[in-house]
């Protein structure tokens, strides 16, 4: 019998020269890639001691085989859209259509998010319709909801500081109750992997 909660992790694959695109014009596409495994490998060790919360892995390109070691999700599939709010939408609208109660999705660039983040976020959802936790870059790390709004991923200017921005005017136009979660730092430049890891 599948949960209530759904979790829904949004992966780029692991390939040289098509993850962290910013940090590789300064640090090298080699060392990028290091560093994105790094942060794959934390994501994972997060959400393997989630418990009652069902995982779905929605890789950018391709499934990949055997890169979760001693983790496995309950469900793996290819992003489907032109744009990341479509990729986003059509993931949310499949776990909806699933019966799921609470959607939470993640993505695997934030070295300081937490289990106890995650649970926080769908403990927000028993009394909020949305939950949204800032990135400081001005986008979010984790949005979740409890039933599906399409709105939230149109017109939205991906990949810019605007995007949190933007949301939360969508929530409040709409009259959708929201929760704000802690903020976070995602690593896309060196001054992040810096701010984070300053040795």
């Excluded at 290091?34 to 919360?53: A, F, N, P």
Aim: glycine content about 6%.
């Amino acid at each position: 019998m599948k949960n209530e909660n759904a979790l829904i992790v949004f992966q780029k694959n692991a390939v040289l020269g098509k993850v962290k695109s910013r940090l590789a014009a300064t640090i090298g596409e080699k060392k990028a890639l290091e560093i994105y495994r790094s942060l794959l490998l934390h994501t994972y060790r997060q959400i393997e001691k989630l418990e009652d919360v069902d995982i779905s892995i929605f890789y950018s390109d391709f499934i990949e085989e055997n890169s979760f070691g001693q983790f496995k999700p309950d469900f793996e599939k290819v992003q489907i859209g032109v744009d990341l709010g479509e990729r986003m939408s059509n993931a949310f609208f499949s776990l909806f259509q699933k019966c799921y109660k609470k959607v939470i999705i993640i993505g695997t660039d934030c070295p300081e998010i937490r289990t106890a983040d995650i649970k926080d976020a769908f403990q927000a959802l028993k009394k909020k319709d949305v939950c949204i936790g800032p990135a400081l870059d001005g986008g979010y790390y984790l949005l979740g909801m409890c039933q599906f709004y399409g709105a939230l991923f149109e017109n939205i200017p991906w990949s810019s500081s605007e995007v949190w921005k933007r949301t939360l005017e969508i929530l409040n136009h709409g009259q959708i109750s929201y929760d704000l979660m802690k903020t976070l730092r995602d690593i896309d430049t060196e001054e992040d992997m810096i701010a984070i890891f300053p040795e």
